[in-house]
């Protein structure tokens, strides 16, 4: 019996990785007898090491040197370089394997984002994702993205206010830089608003902006910044009657439960192809997005808005946003 022994390389970031599950699950599933390992930051290992489809996690801790020699030691057949940095290019030249790349597509991106023409392909991440395995036979199997804990990480209804067990709505209210991030005091209005329980999802970073929107109403909106762990926080998601998140991590993990988003986006745009994936199903995602003269300003974010005004977020009302959610929770 010929085992073909795979690495997956991504090193971050929560969404990113959460992009490659298909990738993970097609090639596992696919092609006969393949062993497959993956390869992360330490820091993101809990987004993967419960995936059932994964036979071996490995990570990017404190020493390059010692992880190299695990890696040379596992004597790979294929690398599937999910993420083509430098760092991964470090990682193909120690091996000395057979590698499959992926292209990101950074001088498209470059365009849009300085001269603001879009010649990016109209083709999500994962099906580009899944184009570095297509030569082994592995085809996208329209299943969508995977998510998993461990039942340690399943809250229970003690971990939350007794006016949100009977259903609420998750807001992700961080993310990774500030242009991505729906102003607080919009969140306020919103929040005030909206007539069913909110829970805020965050890490620690996002605490203070959540208390400051759960002053508004501390019966009905419920601060979880940074109470929870991110499979925890995950958890919480999945048990969510609804969705509204910015451009971050955990509305892909959102779109793996195949639940109702209502995505917000400030300087990203979703041409970028990295919208919430549910594969063939029938559900679909709301985008709120704004028209503004210097949108996309960056594929990834900055601090601030480099321009003072941060119109692309500040456009998006609460109105609309209110609008949306009626219509999406009509249909569950």
Same mark, same amino acid.
Not at 74 to 87: A, F, P, R, S, V
Not at 197 to 222: F, R
Not at 307 to 330: N, P, S, W, Y
């Given at each position: 019996?010929?085992?073909?022994?795979?690495?997956?390389?991504?090193?971050?970031?929560?969404?990113?990785?959460?992009?490659?599950?298909?990738?993970?699950?097609?090639?596992?599933?696919?092609?006969?007898?393949?062993?497959?390992?993956?390869?992360?930051?330490?820091?993101?290992?809990?987004?993967?090491?419960?995936?059932?489809?994964?036979?071996?996690?490995?990570?990017?801790?404190?020493?390059?040197?010692?992880?190299?020699?695990?890696?040379?030691?596992?004597?790979?057949?294929?690398?599937?370089?999910?993420?083509?940095?430098?760092?991964?290019?470090?990682?193909?030249?120690?091996?000395?394997?057979?590698?499959?790349?992926?292209?990101?597509?950074?001088?498209?991106?470059?365009?849009?984002?300085?001269?603001?023409?879009?010649?990016?392909?109209?083709?999500?991440?994962?099906?580009?994702?899944?184009?570095?395995?297509?030569?082994?036979?592995?085809?996208?199997?329209?299943?969508?993205? *995977?998510?998993? $804990? #461990?039942?340690?990480?399943?809250?229970? +209804?003690?971990?939350?206010?007794?006016?949100?067990?009977? @259903? =609420?709505?998750?807001?992700?209210?961080?993310?990774?830089?500030?242009?991505?991030?729906?102003?607080?005091?919009?969140?306020?209005?919103?929040?005030?608003?909206?007539?069913?329980?909110?829970?805020?999802?965050?890490?620690?970073?996002?605490?203070?902006?959540?208390?400051?929107?759960?002053?508004?109403?501390?019966?009905?909106?419920?601060?979880?910044?940074?109470?929870?762990?991110?499979?925890?926080?995950?958890?919480?998601?999945?048990?969510?009657?609804?969705?509204?998140?910015?451009?971050?991590?955990?509305?892909?993990?959102?779109?793996?439960?195949?639940?109702?988003?209502?995505?917000?986006?400030?300087?990203?745009?979703?041409?970028?192809?990295?919208?919430?994936?549910?594969? *063939?199903?029938? $559900? #679909?995602?709301?985008?709120?997005?704004? +028209?503004?003269?210097?949108?996309?300003?960056?594929?990834? @974010? =900055?601090?601030?808005?480099?321009?003072?005004?941060?119109?692309?977020?500040?456009?998006?009302?609460?109105?609309?946003?209110?609008?949306?959610?009626?219509?999406?929770?009509?249909?569950?």
């Amino acid at each position: 019996m010929n085992v073909a022994k795979f690495l997956l390389i991504r090193f971050s970031s929560i969404g990113d990785i959460v992009l490659t599950t298909p990738v993970i699950r097609c090639l596992k599933k696919q092609v006969p007898d393949a062993e497959v390992h993956f390869l992360v930051k330490d820091s993101f290992r809990s987004v993967v090491e419960h995936n059932p489809y994964i036979d071996k996690v490995h990570v990017l801790a404190h020493s390059w040197e010692l992880m190299m020699e695990e890696l040379k030691t596992e004597d790979y057949d294929y690398i599937i370089d999910l993420h083509h940095n430098t760092k991964t290019l470090r990682v193909k030249n120690a091996l000395k394997k057979k590698s499959y790349s992926f292209y990101k597509l950074n001088i498209e991106k470059y365009i849009l984002t300085s001269i603001k023409i879009n010649i990016l392909p109209r083709v999500h991440i994962v099906d580009r994702y899944i184009k570095t395995v297509e030569s082994f036979g592995v085809k996208n199997d329209g299943l969508g993205l *995977d998510y998993f $804990i #461990s039942p340690a990480d399943e809250t229970s +209804k003690e971990d939350i206010p007794v006016s949100h067990s009977a @259903g =609420y709505i998750a807001c992700v209210i961080g993310a990774a830089h500030g242009t991505k991030r729906w102003p607080v005091h919009k969140w306020m209005a919103f929040c005030k608003e909206i007539d069913h329980p909110v829970i805020l999802l965050g890490g620690k970073e996002d605490a203070s902006n959540g208390d400051e929107i759960t002053s508004v109403d501390p019966i009905k909106i419920y601060n979880a910044c940074g109470k929870f762990k991110l499979n925890e926080s995950a958890n919480l998601v999945r048990k969510a009657r609804l969705v509204i998140s910015n451009d971050t991590g955990l509305m892909h993990i959102a779109a793996a439960y195949k639940k109702q988003v209502i995505s917000l986006w400030g300087n990203t745009v979703p041409e970028f192809g990295m919208t919430p994936y549910y594969g *063939d199903s029938a $559900i #679909s995602s709301i985008p709120l997005q704004t +028209k503004v003269w210097c949108r996309p300003c960056s594929k990834i @974010g =900055y601090d601030k808005c480099p321009l003072g005004h941060f119109k692309c977020m500040e456009k998006i009302t609460v109105d609309e946003l209110l609008e949306r959610v009626r219509q999406k929770i009509a249909l569950i």
